[in-house]
């Protein structure tokens, strides 16, 4: 089964580049996907199949998938970045599984 | 546009049942893989339920298998979530969401707004 590790908390400079990992065993085996979620909102998928964008999500956000690391990269953090960041993956056995989360803090 | 619009949470006391609907509209509902997804208070997304399009299989997460069922009425365009023994720790916002799927691969596209269910006594 799957057990996706994210840090609770990342914090950036507005303008500046934020990473949020997602560990996992050999994740690179997985396709990655990766939602936003701003509070009283439904969450939004912003990167899936571990770096494909989906219309009309920013350009700014980029993402990639190797050995047991998944990165969300957000180039350029804006303050309406601010939000809670979930990745997910597909497992054969345990279906759908979800990282614990990262609070996104735009400075 | 395409949209999710989930009814039927509520309170209900420990023990007890609701049954939880999403409405679909935008899109060929009959198309796609359906999946319930819940947040805790304080807590992260979790994935509960997974129906294929015909119906023909359906899955759970551990925590409520054996009390909780998905099924879709695809001339009616609507998922739903039958939610038996209720527990405390099944209060949350639950969300109904379309899958895109690709060989075993599976990810949420479009997400409801969500409804609460809060058990308690």
């Known amino acids: 089964s799957s057990d996706l590790t994210q840090p609770l908390s990342v914090s950036v400079a507005l303008g500046q580049t934020a990473r949020i990992i997602c560990e996992g065993d050999n994740i690179r085996t997985k396709n990655v996907h990766w939602y936003q979620r701003k509070p009283g909102q439904a969450p939004v998928v912003v990167i899936y199949r571990d770096s494909n964008r989906p219309s009309g999500i920013p350009e700014r956000f980029s993402g990639s998938n190797s050995g047991n690391t998944a990165t969300l990269t957000i180039s350029g953090a804006q303050a309406g970045d601010e939000a809670d960041y979930y990745c997910?993956?597909?497992?054969?056995?345990?279906?759908?599984?979800f990282g614990g989360g990262t609070k996104l803090t735009v400075l | 546009q395409v949209q999710l619009v989930e009814s039927g949470g509520g309170l209900v006391t420990p023990g007890g049942s609701l049954r939880l609907s999403c409405a679909a509209s935008?899109?060929?509902?009959?198309?796609?893989?359906m999946s319930w997804v819940r947040q805790a208070p304080g807590k992260g997304l979790e994935w509960v339920s997974h129906i294929t399009s015909t119906s023909s299989y359906t899955t759970y997460t551990d925590s409520v298998k054996g009390r909780f069922t998905i099924s879709r009425d695809n001339a009616e365009n609507s998922l739903y979530l039958q939610m038996n023994s209720l527990r405390a720790d099944d209060t949350a916002v639950y969300y109904c969401a379309r899958v895109d799927s690709w060989y075993d691969d599976y990810y949420m596209d479009v997400w409801g707004k969500g409804t609460t269910v809060t058990v308690s006594s």
């Open positions: 997910q993956v597909w497992d054969t056995i345990t279906a759908g599984v």
């Open positions: 935008g899109f060929t509902f009959s198309d796609y893989y």
